[in-house]
Nanobody, 109 residues
Framework: VQLQASGGGLVQAGGSLKLSCAAS????????MDWYRQAPGKQRELVAD??GIADSVKGRFTISRDNAKNTVYLQMNSLKPEDTAVYYC?????????WGQGILVTVSS
């Protein structure tokens, strides 16, 4: 399984960004992806998965999936400076963790 993430960048507080993560490989249509983030000096945390959204971003972030494209999205609205982090898509498949490359999201105040 390979995960290719895209999107991200620099945005002002209150703005929006949309991240995408496409799975490829023979098992791509079977995987369920989620989103993590890691802010500077902090541990990596789960942001959104198929069961829900982290409290810190609830009401602002939405996870969605296009099964035909084996792609998961993270729509981020009303961004805050504390959302600044490297965002990772992830999947757990047959006991193995697969990570996309980190996508830097910077929110300026």
């Amino acid at each position: 399984v390979q995960l290719q993430a895209s999107g991200g960048g620099l945005v002002q507080a209150g703005g929006s960004l949309k991240l995408s993560c496409a799975a490829s490989g023979s098992a791509s249509r079977f995987v369920v992806m989620d989103w993590y983030r890691q802010a500077p000096g902090k541990q990596r945390e789960l942001v959104a998965d198929r069961t829900g959204i982290a409290d810190s971003v609830k009401g602002r972030f939405t996870i969605s999936r296009d099964n035909a494209k084996n792609t998961v999205y993270l729509q981020m609205n009303s961004l805050k400076p504390e959302d600044t982090a490297v965002y990772y898509c992830h999947t757990l498949y047959w006991g193995n963790n697969y990570w996309g490359q980190g996508i830097l999201v910077t929110v300026s105040s």
